[in-house]
């Protein structure tokens, strides 16, 4: 083996070690942090928030709904920048990140499109609207689900890694390009109506009219999520490098043996 | 211990079983997925020191 | 390359898949739609727009599995990939020729179907305008998802579940210029922006395909 070779080997390998044993002293911390301040927000904007005079007690179901629906996009252009380092400086952690958080993006897409169904059935009258926001929301948990299948349909890992790398790129830009479609298509149908619900949603009348009380919660829910995503992600790259290596060392195994 | 939620305390109710539902599942499914892999990690480890 | 485009539309119409496949999906999709919905006339010149432009999408979708597979399995494409000819340039050469063969029928037959479905008289120019100027699109984008999936052994379902998501933009708009055309309303912004959005994926598309097609190669 040239020395080349050997110290390009040496790179790959180290890196998804100092990984591991980096992620392995910071996991219990993002762990407890993000459980704590999640059952915190959550306590907290469940029982000690009043009811809003509005929408009576499902305000409530901010809590859930605008974390889970910012990480849901946030976990998206998370697998962006991933696939982005993998393509152009061909980091395997990289890669397999991207492929780590792709799940924990579909239950995060699931939860706001569940509360929002929910939280949507008392206030609009109905389960589900074809509200710009929503749709949206339908068409990246169709991407998500699309990102996930190619991972799982490819037998080569870095092939797979590429393709869904490409596909990531690719996929945003359609992803914005759906958004703005979507938000033209329902103007068209019905005028106006939206407008109205458009701040019910993301909670800015809310935070208008009786900033503090619910603003406060949802802030900690906010980091909560996001320390609670970083924590998923970090021990679910940590699993993939392991099966990864799992892989690798049976391939050795079986052409040394 | 409930707080009063009104007439729509299923809504939130439900909202708030359903959401923490599928974290926990996710949260279990990962650490089982985790767990399983380590182990076998360190099977087919000691196996090739063993074999040298 | 126009030898290249004359042995695929060749190809295509000897083996007669995807050619007579698509249109024969296309009528059938825009028959049953009467038995599912009732055959008020009202209704079905309501939805006419919308439907037709949903099956000329399904139809095409139908057809992108042999796109490249057949290319993938008698090994044609490793030779375009060391050929002369820049594997950007036989992509697109490719979604040409599978626009031809299906997208081009799809633009010719949809005002036949229309009739079917009691579309309004002015509906007829723009839904045939508006297909004509987005099922290139349709062609590029599933050369994209046929790139992607061309070395799976059961790719189809995959390939379907890929590329409907890119294909949201280009239905929204489209469908949209075909009912505001049916209704007498103004198409100017839709018919725009579908024609920006083909327009941008012919331009762009086709090198992502290649790239996708090079690591497939590899």
Redesign the interface.
Known sequence: MSIAAKANALWEYANPRKFLATSERVLPFFWVASIACIVVGLVWGFFFTPDDYKQGSTVKIIYLHVPTALMAINCWLMMLVTSLVWLVRRHHVSALAARAAAPIGIVMTLIALVTGAIWGQPMWGTWWEWDPRLTSFLILFLFYLGYVALWEAIEDPDTAADLTSVLCLVGSVFALLSRYAVNFWNQGLHQGASVMRAGAITGTDTEEKVSNVFFYPLMICIIGFVLLFIALVLYRTGTEIRARRIKALLARERVGG | MIPDLGKYSDTVLSSYVASIVLLVALIVFSVLRGRKVRAEMEKVEQRMMRNG | MIALLLRDLKLAFRAGGGFGLGLAFFLIVTVMVPFAVGPQSSLLSTIAPGVLWLGALLACLLSLDRLLALDWEDGSLDLLATAPLPLEAAVSIKALAHWLTTGLPLVLAAPFLGVLLNLPVPGFFWLVMSLLIGTPAMSVIGT?GAA??V??KR?GL?LS??V???Y??TL??GA?VAR?GATGMETQ??LL?LAG?TAATIAL?PF?SA??LR??L?
């Open positions: 994209f992607l999936t070395g799976l790719g995959l579940l890929l409907l998501p890119l949201v933009p929204i708009f949209e505001r912004t839709p922006m959005i598309l992502a790239a996708v690591i497939n590899r």
